[in-house]
């Protein structure tokens, strides 16, 4: 329910959409605190399915989540994830886009969980006085 991290997911995919594949590659890192149990997070998972939506390609079958010792050359038009766990860290998500001689990355970096709340009450506020319906974030951001 981030604001940000809405805001963060359509501006992947824009940007997944305006630099090729052939030319960048796509590598979406998280860390979270020490007692979180899943990996990758549903927020980074949420960044990758915007990275394929921009390429038009599903997520699932072009994600890399694993890469331990030799692997080989990156297959180009994947997106790979990487997962860190430690102290406190509420959450950090960037999303680089790394060409030849040049990187894009964009980041959302939380630092109280109470933004979570923020956007839930913005979302309802804002619902209020809409017809019943299917919306999403991107509704409540005016970015549909």
Avoid: C
Avoid at 62 to 81: E, L, M
Wanted: no cysteine; charged share 25%.
């Amino acid at each position: 329910m981030s604001l940000g991290v809405n805001l963060l997911a359509v501006l992947v995919e824009q940007a997944a959409r305006a630099l090729d594949g052939d030319d960048f590659d796509i590598e979406i890192l998280e860390m979270h605190h020490r007692h979180k149990v899943d990996a990758p997070s549903g927020t980074a998972l949420l960044l990758g399915e915007a990275a394929a939506a921009g390429r038009e390609i599903p997520l699932a079958g072009n994600d890399v989540r694993v890469r331990d010792g030799h692997t080989g050359v990156r297959k180009p038009g994947t997106i790979g994830f990487a997962t860190l766990r430690g102290g406190s860290v509420v959450g950090d998500h960037s999303v680089v886009l790394a060409g030849t001689g040049e990187r894009v990355t964009l980041s959302h970096h939380a630092e109280d969980r109470a933004i979570f709340a923020r956007g839930a009450v913005k979302a309802a506020l804002w619902a209020r006085a809409k017809k019943p319906g299917l919306y999403s974030m991107r509704d409540v951001l005016g970015l549909s």
